[in-house]
Every structure is written in structure tokens, then in C-alpha cells.
Nanobody
């Protein structure tokens, strides 16, 4: 059974940064694509970013391009998202996901193989 545990959320001011982590356990981490999704109050869960198993390919939602960076450390079974220049509209619960699909498919779909429970990121004006 795969477990994904997010950490690093918190309350920051607009313009600040946050770095979220997602630690995976339960099976071979390094052969699956990983992604981050978010869900704001009253809104549907949306794709944020994904990274291929090797780390060589990434994809981002237009709303976060140039501000967010995804990375992974397969030796630590961990994926990260560095979020800079945060805006109040980035406030959401951030979920980590693992999937067998390509990162392009992850960006289009809502259902993933495994989800974490999420971590709250709040950006004050």
C-alpha cells in the first residue's frame, strides 16, 4: 500500500515563499510520476504541477508557471514544490499524487492512483 504524506504548509504573506514536501512509502517511488494538485475553498481540485519518474520532465499549470518549481529526490522518496511570489489566490489545500500515467495525462485527469491527505497553504494579502 502506497502512502503519501505532505508537509510544509502554513500561513505566509503575499510575495512570500513556501516549500512543500511529499514523502512516499510502500513501493518503488522512483518509477512513477508525481504531481501536486490543490483545492481552494468552494472550488474543484485542480492540477498544479507534475514531474516524471526521472525528474527530467516537468509540467505546470499556467497560473503557477514561473513561480512554482517541482523537484524530486528518488533517494529520499520525496517530491517537493517550491512556491515563490505567492498570491492570496494560491490559498488552498495542496495534495500530492502518484500515478502510472505520463505527466501530460496527469495534467488532464482528476483521478490519480494514490493521493496524500493534503497540507494547507494560506497566503494573506
Amino acid at each position: 500500500q502506497v502512502q503519501l504524506v505532505e508537509s510544509g504548509g502554513g500561513l505566509v504573506q503575499a510575495g512570500d515563499s513556501l516549500r512543500l514536501s511529499c514523502a512516499a512509502s510502500g513501493r518503488t517511488f522512483s518509477i512513477y510520476a508525481m504531481g501536486w494538485f490543490r483545492q481552494a475553498p468552494g472550488k474543484e481540485r485542480e492540477f498544479v504541477t507534475a514531474i516524471s519518474w526521472s525528474g527530467g520532465s516537468t509540467i505546470y499549470a499556467d497560473s503557477v508557471k514561473g513561480r512554482f518549481t517541482i523537484s524530486r529526490d528518488n533517494a529520499k522518496n520525496t517530491v517537493y514544490i517550491q512556491m515563490n511570489s505567492l498570491k492570496p489566490e494560491d490559498t488552498a489545500i495542496y495534495f500530492c499524487a502518484e500515478d502510472r500515467a505520463t505527466i501530460q495525462a496527469m495534467a488532464r485527469r482528476k483521478d490519480m492512483d494514490y493521493w496524500g491527505k493534503g497540507t494547507q497553504g494560506t497566503v494573506a494579502p
